[in-house]
């Protein structure tokens, strides 16, 4: 708030003045229907945005309706206060003039949630208007990564509260609540999907009393705004007559939340053994699975794996040369590993909010279907052979070291190929080898005494301080 530019002195009474987080905004973009339509003439409607709360509009005035906690809801309590006193609870009020029919109106937030470990969405409309009749006037929530181009949309009729009722059930009917499962969302983008229609056009389908609309490719693990509206419908949409009239309708909604975590249990598993065959081999082997659900007791139930990991993996060292005589004095380690890593997903990770095996039964043959799971799955596979060191130890000490002896050489190879695919990469294969050939030779030391007989060190001068 700013005043400025006042030529005498004022002074400002202020009776309540309270800052207050404005986190709903109005949306100034175009809402009305255009399928198939011609784009509607400009217009202006008076559109209001507010909060109702129940101590200033919770009192009893005739003709007009208090505004009451919606059922099942109980304020909450101010615990750090002596007297335990209650919290203001309120509402968000939207407040409409002369919406033209196939017009909408609405407020938006930005958020940035991930919605797949949750089961529902659920919402308290109450409405009411002096020109409407029960169900000429809908309610709708959007969901999405835009307000346009990708996202679900929940439309429901709405049921008008008579003025002056005090009634809680009347006041928030449960035919206006907003109780619908995500599932239900999915489920219309797959059935849009599989009816081939073009992605960029509204597909509209019922689930119960509400009108579920899917457009584009939303993701429910990546949602970054939510619309609450108010709509003049065509009510043909809705099997009923339209008078195709301007409405005025004042809407209140609460408590939108999602609610049932979706508490799937997984379980997860770690082997490992170690074996020892006699003195020439020795074998390591281990395996790790872990399936869709687990985590660990101080993760969030977000944080949970949404994938079936299985990863095993063996390494062998052999000694050959224990296979050959021993007069020979070779010396030949061999080295052996293979490792393999799969992760499965459970959401299509092209489609992150539907269910991949839901995504899988849109191919008609296995075949199909079996090269998809493989697409999307995340694979990593090592394999290693190494011969370290290779060569020949020297038999018999005495023998005279000569610079060209087979026992001063010793061989290295290593070879390693490792194959990823993954649903950005087809198939990525690597492969190394590396060869080593070392070389020592050391010949017989001799040690030069250039003193060693001179008689003038071996005097008893020399010898007392043990020279």
């Keep these: 708030m700013f005043l400025t530019n006042f030529q005498q002195p004022v002074v400002l009474r202020f009776a ?12 100034l973009g175009d809402l009305s229907d255009r399928t198939f339509g011609l784009p509607p003439e400009p217009y202006d409607a008076d559109f209001n945005v507010a909060t109702v709360n129940i101590e200033e509009n919770g009192a009893f005035v005739e003709g007009v309706t208090p505004y009451v906690l919606p059922p099942g809801v109980i304020r909450d309590v101010d615990i750090t206060n002596i007297n335990n006193r209650q919290i203001n609870e309120q509402s968000l009020q939207l407040s409409v003039t002369d919406l033209r029919n196939r017009d909408a109106r609405a407020v938006f937030r930005n958020y940035n949630l991930d919605l797949l470990s949750y089961k529902r969405l659920r919402m308290y409309v109450h409405a009411q208007s002096e020109d409407a009749e029960n169900g000429e006037v809908t309610a709708f929530v959007r969901l999405g990564t835009d307000f346009s181009d990708n996202y679900y949309e929940i439309e429901v009729p709405l049921q008008m509260t008579p003025a002056g009722t005090t009634l809680p059930e009347q006041i928030w009917p449960a035919e206006n609540e907003i109780d619908i499962s995500f599932e239900d969302l999915t489920e219309t983008k797959v059935a849009r999907n599989l009816s081939g229609q073009n992605v960029l056009v509204p597909f509209r389908r019922f689930v119960g ?14 949602v970054q705004v939510a619309m609450i509206g108010i709509r003049n419908p065509d009510l043909e949409d809705f099997g009923g007559v339209d008078d195709r009239l301007p409405k005025s309708v004042r ?40 399936t869709f659900g687990f985590g660990a007791i101080n993760q969030r139930i977000s944080e ?25 004095g070779v010396r030949l380690p061999l080295f052996l590993g293979y490792e393999r890593n799969r992760v499965s997903p459970r959401f299509n ?28 799955e995340t694979n990593f596979t090592r394999r290693s052979i190494n011969l370290t060191n290779v060569g020949k130890t020297r038999k018999n000490p005495e023998a005279k070291v000569n610079i060209w002896d087979i026992e001063n050489f010793t061989f290295t190879w290593a070879y390693t190929e490792e194959l990823r695919s ?27 005494e250039p003193f060693a007989k001179a008689k003038i060190f071996q005097g008893s001068f020399f010898t007392s301080f043990g020279i």
């Design 209 to 222: 009393r509400y009108r579920v609309t899917v457009v584009g490719n939303p993701d429910l693990s990546a």
């Design 251 to 290: 809407l209140w909604v609460n408590e939108f939340r999602i609610t049932e975590f979706d508490q799937t249990a997984g379980w997860a598993a770690l082997a490992r053994a170690n074996f020892n065959l006699a003195d020439f081999a020795q074998v390591t082997a281990s395996i790790r699975y872990a």
């Design 349 to 376: 990770p092209l489609d992150p909010d539907v269910p991949l095996n839901r995504s899988l039964e849109s191919f008609e043959s296995a075949d199909a279907r079996n090269e998809y799971r493989r697409l999307v």
């Design 16 to 27: 309540q003045y309270q800052m207050v987080a404005n986190q709903w905004r109005r949306f």
């Design 422 to 448: 993954d649903i950005f990469t087809a198939e990525f294969l690597n492969t190394r080898q590396r060869f080593g050939l070392a070389y020592a030779f050391q010949k017989e030391r001799k040690f030069w």
């Design 304 to 328: 949970r794996l949404r994938e079936t990991n299985l990863a095993f993996d063996i390494a062998l060292n052999v000694a050959l040369d224990k296979f050959l005589p021993e007069k020979w």
